[in-house]
């Protein structure tokens, strides 16, 4: 994919990756890739046609006619259109969560997404937010960003992202979720959770994200930066 600028933010859940890949794209006016939904639309339509979750071959078919569609309306994340139905709450759970870390441990799950992955990166540019963008999905992306934060911090901002979003959570039993869910992601043999070796790590433990959001902006030559106020 030559002469298109792909920017890849990778990093563990609540790591801050949706909101600043999103105003990451949207200063640049870049596309942005959510591949989490993704994951989270398949396991989703899986368990609407009673697909068995464990049935490798039978989710990956899922995953080739599940039909994923991203809309904007007005501010805000864009909501998620799967087979024809806004399933953008639904999808935000952590249940949902739980579902995509668990086929998303499953090659041929992996490889359905391969291709309707790629066909984001257009031009101008493309900011792709999962876990193995720079690693898999983008290995020659020129820019690489690691996005993390302490375990306890990602949990609190997932808490409160959840209960902002009405969705009633404990804060101690999504802690050990999303430990697990992160367990689960870095230990598997297919695409684990982990820096691509030409990312930049980002820490944003007890940073404001108006100062993530630059230090993730500087990853990228001075030209690229802000051609909206150009
Ligand atoms: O980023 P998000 O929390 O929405 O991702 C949900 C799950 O989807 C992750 O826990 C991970 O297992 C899976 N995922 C993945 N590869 C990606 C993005 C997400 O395996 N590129």
Known sequence: MPSIPILT???PSGSGKGT?????????????????????????AAAWEGVDLSDAEAVALCARRTEIR??????????????????TRQLRTETAGAAASAIAAQPPVRAALVELQHGFARLPGLV????????VIFPDA?????????????????YKQLKDKGVSVNLD???????????RDAGRAVAPLKPAQDAVIVDSTGTAITEVIERVLAVLPENLRSPRQA
């Open 142 to 158: 020129p820019y690489k960003v690691f996005l993390t934060a302490s375990a306890a911090e990602r949990a609190q901002r997932r």
């Open 9 to 11: 933010i990778d990093g």
């Open 70 to 87: 991203f809309e904007t309306q007005g501010a805000g994340e864009p909501h998620v259109i799967v087979n024809g139905k806004d399933a």
């Open 20 to 44: 600043i890949s999103r105003a990451v794209a949207e200063r640049l006016g870049w596309r942005y890739l959510d591949s989490g939904a993704l994951y989270r639309a398949v396991g989703l």
């Open 128 to 135: 792709a937010d999962g876990r193995d963008m720079g690693t």
């Open 173 to 183: 039993s999504l802690l050990h979720e999303i430990a697990a869910r992160d367990e």
